[in-house]
């Protein structure tokens, strides 16, 4: 059984269309609209996916009453949710498994960032995986 093709420079493109695309319909889909930029970067085992826009008409008029931080912690909560479905549209773009996600969001310039580790990866010991519990029992 031979291993899957490196990623060249002219499927490269296609990767970080799939995932930006990707993003994006999935935000669109659950908030009603979607981010007005997308950009993805991927190098190793790391996914960056940076996305621009798309407050929706509740939390424009959330952060103009001073809600701000209301808008960050349901972000973040809708993102946690959300995990199963971002990693999947990482994972069928670039046919590796997601072990890391990590996400963050700002308001001015409004911008959410999803970055993702994908295995196999060296930041791991070999004998850890992580699902596996570390520490004592």
Do not use: W
């Not at 990482?90 to 890391?100: E, N, S």
């Not at 963050?104 to 999803?114: A, F, K, S, T, V």
């Amino acid at each position: 059984m031979s291993a899957d093709p490196p990623i060249t420079a002219s499927t490269h493109g296609d990767v970080l269309t799939a995932i930006s695309d990707g993003m994006v319909a999935l935000l669109k889909e659950f908030y009603g609209r979607g981010p007005t930029r997308a950009k993805s970067y991927f190098q190793d085992d790391l996914v960056v996916c940076l996305l621009r826009g798309g407050f929706s008409v509740v939390e424009k008029t959330l952060l103009e009453g001073g809600r701000g931080a209301a808008v960050i912690q349901q972000r973040m909560e809708f993102q946690d949710l959300m995990r199963d479905r971002f990693e999947a549209v990482i994972t069928a773009a670039t046919g590796r498994d997601v072990i890391g996600f990590m996400s963050g969001n700002q308001q001015d310039p409004d911008l959410m960032c999803e970055v993702f580790v994908l295995a196999p990866t060296d930041l791991l010991d070999d004998d850890v995986s992580p699902t596996e519990p570390t520490g004592p029992d």
